[in-house]
């Protein structure tokens, strides 16, 4: 990440009202039982008044318990030249929010204001005393994520994006930023006066962006690796290490096997290619997944199993994209896309599926400028007062359109068959017909894209009486079935003829089946044609593609992987 100037400038004062020092969700004190529990491993530390306990953008900061004293707490992202601190908190309290957990970097600056005495624990430590102290982990992590939240809501701590909304790389940059749960705030160039105020204050032209602000600078067009990097998303893989379990892939299935096998004590490591919450991940909402009856996003689906995973142990990178898998020998041998290798004794293929792009001519060129896969909040809110198409029938897009109606001036909604009935849960239907601004168009697909820089409009064509139409449309959000991400799987695996991951007697029907296979037992029902080698959710052929689904077969996977595990021993 190439670091072009100090972020440091001088823009007006903000007036933001501070959060109660004394709120028990927000600031929780310990007590004194819990205090000595965590002594026990913790290091005692002193600060003079002045002195810097963590800067803001530290990745792996340690965690403090302020025992004595008092400390401020500054936003160093707020650019501006001599921030007042948002909260003063004195002794009992916990220092950090839920990069503390995570090992991401700071979002605050924290500094004593007068002679402090803490208790310091390193983030593995933290990580160890939630997992084996659950009455202190509930209340570190329950203030961790109001925190989180608090933050979030007044825009402290915020990464700055600048760019134009039609530009590719700032909308990578920005769904990356989204999709990881990193606070930030997205000024489009077109549309926001302070993106401007912004560009002049920087010394930056418009020609250079998007560009990034952050502590530690104003960074021009970062790659997606080097801004996970700098944000330590992505962590140096030890290549001598043996994982007792590698899960490829973190959308529902490979969390939730990530959370089962780290809560058993297995060394558990996740790789992501993209972000964690896979294809759910894009989901604005989900209304029916089991105990959660207002229903939750994918990104908040996301953050939760991560954090869950995290707390027991288990080890996430992204983005790190497996390029290829040697099933041979006692320990499975993965590559990544920045040759570092990985082995492990036992593997979950968790890759899941991505949405299947338009097989029109010239798709391509409006990728990320007005023709998307996926509708998350964030793409719901630039499209206000536009008119924008989805295209598809399936849960994804009726939420997809229902979400997009609460923004947008029309949105059309465009299948092949004569209805919904047959693809999409009732209560969406239902919840469409009666959204004015929504259209049905059955027996309707896009016969082409039409547009300059970006699309403006497309052609429709009704299959049926094969009659031709236009509609204007800043956006076509495209969700038409799904295609498994099982490339790097190369000849590890037998698949279907669709490419998804068979198991099971599924495998062992395959007539090629006894060239992979060389055990005496059959293998697993989620075990793939190579013996210690598993596959769940999406990815595996005949799965039931719904998330509730997918997080059930990667919590049972486990089941076969103590078996596999025991068998090596």
């Not at 924290?110 to 402090?116: F, G, L, P, W």
């Not at 080890?315 to 990544?336: E, F, H, M, Q, W």
């Not at 209805?419 to 999409?424: E, H």
């Amino acid at each position: 990440m190439t670091q072009l100037t100090d972020a440091a400038a001088s823009p007006p004062t903000r007036s933001i009202p501070a959060p109660d020092p004394d709120d028990p969700q927000l600031y929780p004190k310990l007590n004194e039982h819990q205090l000595k529990t965590i002594a026990q491993t913790a290091v005692c530390q002193c600060f003079a008044a002045g002195d810097t306990l963590f800067e803001h953008g530290t990745p792996n900061a340690p965690f403090f318990i302020l025992e004595q004293g008092t400390v401020d707490l500054f936003d160093r992202n707020s650019t501006e030249q001599d921030p007042e601190p948002f909260v003063t908190v004195g002794a009992g309290n916990v220092l950090g929010d839920i990069s503390m957990f995570t090992g991401q970097p700071t979002i605050a600056e924290c500094v004593a204001k007068e002679d402090a005495q803490v208790l310091r624990l390193e983030p593995a430590q933290l990580r160890q005393l939630v997992a084996e102290h659950s009455d202190i982990g509930d209340k570190i992590l329950s203030a961790f994520i109001a925190r989180r939240a608090w933050l979030k809501g007044h825009g402290i701590g915020t990464i700055k994006l600048l760019g134009s909304r039609w530009s590719p790389e700032a909308f990578r940059l920005r769904d990356f930023l989204a999709r990881n749960q990193v606070l930030h705030q997205f000024y489009d160039l077109e549309r926001d006066a302070q993106a401007t105020e912004l560009l002049e204050r920087f010394g930056i032209n418009p020609e250079d962006t998007p560009v990034t602000i952050c502590p530690q600078g104003v960074c021009r067009n970062p790659s997606i690796e080097d801004l996970a990097s700098h944000l330590g998303l992505r962590q140096t893989v030890d290549d001598t290490r043996v994982v007792d379990l590698l899960i490829v892939g973190a959308g529902p299935a490979g969390l939730a096997a990530a959370v089962y096998a780290a809560s058993e004590g297995l060394d558990t490591l996740v790789i992501e290619g993209d972000s964690p919450g896979g294809q759910a991940g894009t989901s604005s909402k989900i209304e029916n997944y089991l105990g959660f009856p207002t229903g939750l996003s994918g990104q908040e689906l996301a953050e939760r199993a991560t954090l869950q995973a995290r707390k027991f142990g288990a080890t996430l990178t992204n983005p790190a994209r497996v390029t290829s898998i040697d099933c041979n020998g006692l320990y499975k041998r993965v590559t990544l896309d920045d040759q570092q290798q990985v082995q492990a004794r036992t593997v979950i293929i968790a890759t899941g599926a991505e949405y299947r792009k338009l097989r029109i001519d010239g798709c391509d060129r409006f990728d990320n400028q007005g023709v998307y896969y996926g509708a998350s909040h964030s793409e719901a809110l630039q499209c206000a007062g536009e008119c924008v198409v989805v295209v598809g029938g399936g849960n994804s897009a009726g939420q997809a359109a229902v979400n997009l109606a609460k923004h947008a001036k029309e949105v059309h909604i465009l299948i092949r068959r004569k209805n919904l009935c047959s693809s999409m849960s009732k209560y969406l239907i239902e919840r469409i017909n009666k959204t004015p601004n929504i259209t049905l168009h059955p027996h309707t697909e896009i016969q082409s894209l039409n547009g300059g820089d970006r699309l403006d409009s497309i052609t429709t064509l009704h299959n049926q009486t094969q009659a031709t139409g236009q509609l204007d449309c800043a956006s076509a959000y495209i969700m038409i079935g799904a295609a498994p991400r099982t490339d790097w799987l190369a000849d590890c695996c037998l698949l279907d003829d669709k490419g998804f991951v068979l198991t099971g007697n599924h495998a062992s029907q395959h007539p090629d089946f006894n060239q992979h296979w060389t055990l005496d037992r059959p293998p697993h029902y989620l075990e793939t044609s190579k013996e210690n080698v598993f596959a769940v959710g999406d990815v595996r052929a005949s799965s039931i593609k719904r998330v509730a689904s997918a997080v059930g077969e990667g919590s049972m996977c486990l089941r076969y992987v103590h078996d596999a595990l025991a068998a090596l021993t």
